[in-house]
C-alpha cells in the first residue's frame, strides 16, 4: 500500500516497543490511526516479529461483533496468547466495547503482552479508565495530516504542483488522508466528508450526550465554525442564537461544546496572561480538526483566508507537541503561545503585512513582551529571506509548516 509515512507518530510506537505500557492512540474519525497500526505492524514483520505474534482486531468490522462483550473478548484474547514468545495485540475503536477497561486492565499484567488500542474521541480514556491505568498507559493523540505530509501524500500521487498551490487546494479540501485521492473531484470530497460528519455527529457526540434537539447541536457548530480564532463563551454563544430566533441557554451550549471537544471535532485553546504568567479561566477560542468540514457546513464559505492560516498553524503547533494558549495582554494580544516543557514561543499570524500599518499592528503585541523566549510572525508573504525585527522572526508560513 502506498502509505504516507507519519515520521512523529511512528517514532512514537517504536520507541515504545516491548515497554510494559498500554500505547494509547487517540484522534478524530479517519484520520489515519487504523493507518498507522498497519505501518507499524509491517515495521515488526520486517524485524523479525511473527505473524502468529499479532492480533488485530477493528471493532468497526461487522466480523467482531460477537467481541463487543467484555468477556467474550478477553476469552478471544487470553485462548490465542502464545506462552512463550511477545503477543502485540492491536484493538481498533476499543470505545465499541462496553466495559473494555476490564479486558484493557487485566491484559497489562501479563508480561508478554504488549498492547496498543485506539479510539475515536477523548472520553473514552478518561474517568475509571484513566484513574484505574494511572501510570501505565502512554498516549499519542494523532491529527489528519499536516501541510508537509499532504505535500508527501501528492508526491506519492504523481502530482508536482508548487508548494503554494498545494496549500490552496489543502485549506480547501481536506486534510483527511483518503479525502487527498479523491482530490479534484469538489463533489466526492463533500460526500466523504459529509459521512464523517454524520458518525461524529451522532455516534460520539449525540449519542454520548443524549441530546435530543440535533438541529439546535448543528447550529452551534455552524457557529463556532463560521467563528474560529474569535474569542467565545458559552453565553455569548446561546445570546446569539437566541437572539437570531433560536433559544437555548448557556449552560446547554456549555454540554454541546463538551462534547464536541470530547469527538475531536473541535479544540479549544485557552487564555494565558503573559504578563502575570496564569491561565485565564473565560472566554476562549475554538479551532476545528480539519477544515473541510467547515467548508461543508458553512454556505457562504468566504476565503477568511487570515482565520483559515490560523487554524492551520493551531493544529500544527500541537502536532509539534506543544500545549497551546492565546496570549493575552494589557492593549493587546498574540494570537497563540506555544508552551513545551518550560519553554515559550510567542506566534503572530496574518495573511499578508506588506502594508506598513498592517506590520505595524502585527508586531506591536510581539514588541510589548519582555523576555527572551522566540517571537515569530508567520505570513503567507513572499519573503527571499527570514526578516528579523528586533528579535521578531517574520517567516512564510508555507516554508515553516515544510521545516
Known amino acids: 500500500m502506498n502509505y504516507i509515512y507519519r515520521k512523529e507518530y511512528m517514532d512514537f510506537l517504536i520507541r515504545n516497543k516491548d515497554r510494559q505500557i498500554i500505547k494509547v492512540v487517540s484522534g478524530i474519525r479517519r484520520c489515519g490511526k487504523s493507518t498507522i497500526f498497519e505501518m507499524y505492524r509491517e515495521y515488526l514483520l520486517n524485524n523479525g516479529v511473527s505473524p502468529e505474534q499479532m492480533i488485530n482486531i477493528n471493532f468497526e468490522e461487522l466480523a467482531y461483533e460477537a467481541l463487543k462483550d467484555y468477556r467474550t473478548l478477553y476469552d478471544y484474547l487470553s485462548s490465542r496468547l502464545l506462552a512463550n514468545r511477545k503477543n502485540y495485540i492491536f484493538l481498533d475503536e476499543i470505545q465499541h466495547v462496553d466495559q473494555f477497561e476490564r479486558v484493557v486492565d487485566n491484559l497489562f499484567i501479563k508480561c508478554n503482552v504488549d498492547l496498543y488500542i485506539t479510539g475515536s474521541n477523548a472520553w473514552f480514556m478518561s474517568g475509571e479508565l484513566a484513574t484505574l491505568l494511572t501510570g501505565r498507559y502512554i498516549e499519542l493523540q494523532m491529527l489528519p495530516l499536516s501541510f508537509k505530509e499532504y505535500c508527501q501524500g501528492m508526491e506519492n500521487l ?153 487554524n492551520v498553524v493551531y493544529l500544527e503547533l500541537l502536532r509539534r507537541g506543544n500545549r497551546v494558549y492565546v496570549g493575552q495582554m494589557t492593549g493587546g494580544e498574540v494570537d497563540f503561545v506555544a508552551q513545551n516543557g518550560s519553554e515559550l514561543a510567542y506566534y503572530q499570524v496574518a495573511a499578508t503585512v506588506m502594508e506598513d500599518s498592517t506590520l505595524k499592528r502585527e508586531l506591536a503585541s510581539l514588541q510589548k513582551i519582555n523576555d527572551n523566549y522566540p517571537k515569530i510572525l508567520l505570513t503567507l508573504d513572499d519573503i527571499i529571506v527570514n526578516r528579523d525585527y528586533e528579535g521578531i522572526k517574520h517567516i512564510n508560513l508555507i516554508q515553516w509548516l515544510l521545516s
Open 158 to 310: 504523481g502530482i508536482d504542483e508548487p508548494p503554494k498551490k498545494l496549500f490552496e487546494q489543502y485549506l480547501t479540501e481536506s486534510s483527511l488522508p483518503y479525502a487527498m485521492q479523491l482530490q479534484g473531484n469538489d463533489k466526492d470530497i463533500v460526500e466523504y466528508l459529509r459521512g464523517i460528519y454524520s458518525s461524529v455527529l451522532l455516534k460520539d457526540v449525540v449519542a454520548r450526550q443524549r441530546i435530543t434537539d440535533v438541529m439546535m447541536l448543528e447550529d452551534v457548530i455552524r457557529f463556532v465554525f463560521d467563528n474560529i480564532g474569535s474569542l467565545l463563551s458559552s453565553s455569548k454563544v446561546a445570546n446569539t442564537l437566541t437572539s437570531s430566533g433560536r433559544k437555548i441557554d448557556s449552560r446547554t451550549v456549555e454540554k454541546y461544546l463538551q462534547g464536541l471537544m470530547d469527538s475531536l471535532l473541535i479544540y479549544q485553546a485557552k487564555r494565558y496572561d503573559i504578563k502575570g504568567k496564569q491561565y485565564l479561566a473565560n472566554l476562549e477560542k475554538y479551532y476545528v480538526a480539519d477544515l473541510g468540514f467547515r467548508r461543508l457546513l458553512l454556505s457562504k464559505q468566504g476565503r477568511d483566508l487570515g482565520h483559515l492560516i490560523e
